[in-house]
């Protein structure tokens, strides 16, 4: 099974700032990966898919990168309403995998 | 609007059964591979089990293998969950998903989520 390791568990930071969550894969694989957010009592909702797609919908200040064993969700200028959980998942390989989880607050 | 909707869940006993259904509207179900990916209180996203758009493929988590048995009804838009010989750890919030098609199984689409409580 592919483990993902996601850090920060927390992060915290200030409206405007440029965040980032990185997710690293116990094997490599090219791209399979896609960036959930969930807010409290909400299902998730698709953010990024195959690294670095924005999902129809979504704003510009999330962006995705990385391949290999190492990837990356950004968040360009934090807003109130980015206050959720992240998780990155990959389906490269069954069983498909989430990482634990980032929960991004505001400072 | 693309939806999807979760009924079926509830309190069990060790060792029960229990059947969710999920009713898909919107969108070409029959197209699509449909999952079932839970959460337990407080904790992360753990994928269950998934259905090919064909009907022919089913996967599972491992340790779900022999217990759950996911199973779709292309006339009736609809996925389902068969659980049984349910344990404590099974408890969780299950929600059902829709992926994108094509052999792509990430999932753009979720329901609102049901809750499974396993308990004596």
């Known amino acids: 099974d592919i483990q993902l390791t996601q850090s920060p568990s927390t992060l915290s930071a200030s409206v405007g700032d440029r965040v980032s969550i990185t997710c690293r894969a116990s094997?490599?694989?090219?791209?399979?990966l896609a960036w959930y957010q969930q807010k409290p009592m909400k299902a998730p909702r698709l953010l990024i898919y195959k690294a670095s797609t924005l999902e129809s919908g979504v704003p510009s200040r999330f962006s995705g990168s990385g391949s290999g064993t190492e990837f990356t969700l950004t968040i360009k200028s934090l807003q109130p309403d980015d206050v959720a959980t992240y998780y990155c998942?990959?389906?490269?390989?069954?069983?498909?995998?989430f990482g634990l989880g980032t929960k991004v607050e505001i400072k | 609007q693309d939806q999807l909707v979760e009924s079926g869940g509830g309190v069990v006993q060790p060792g029960g059964s229990l059947r969710l259904s999920c009713a898909a509207s919107?969108?070409?179900?029959?197209?699509?591979?449909m999952h079932w990916i839970r959460q337990a209180s407080g904790k992360g996203l753990e994928w269950v089990t998934s259905?090919?758009?064909?009907?022919?493929?089913?996967d599972y988590l491992d340790s779900v293998k022999g217990r759950f048995t996911i199973s779709r009804d292309n006339s009736e838009n609809t996925v389902f969950l068969q659980m049984s010989g349910l344990r404590p750890e099974d408890t969780a919030l299950y929600f059902c998903?829709?992926?994108?098609?094509?052999?792509?199984?990430?999932?753009?689409?979720w329901g609102q989520g049901i809750l499974v409580i396993v308990s004596s």
């Open positions: 094997q490599s694989f090219s791209g399979w």
């Open positions: 919107g969108f070409n179900f029959r197209n699509y591979g």
């Open positions: 998903a829709k992926d994108v098609g094509a052999n792509n199984r990430f999932f753009d689409l």
């Open positions: 998942q990959q389906f490269h390989s069954y069983p498909w995998t």
């Open positions: 259905i090919g758009e064909d009907d022919n493929s089913e």
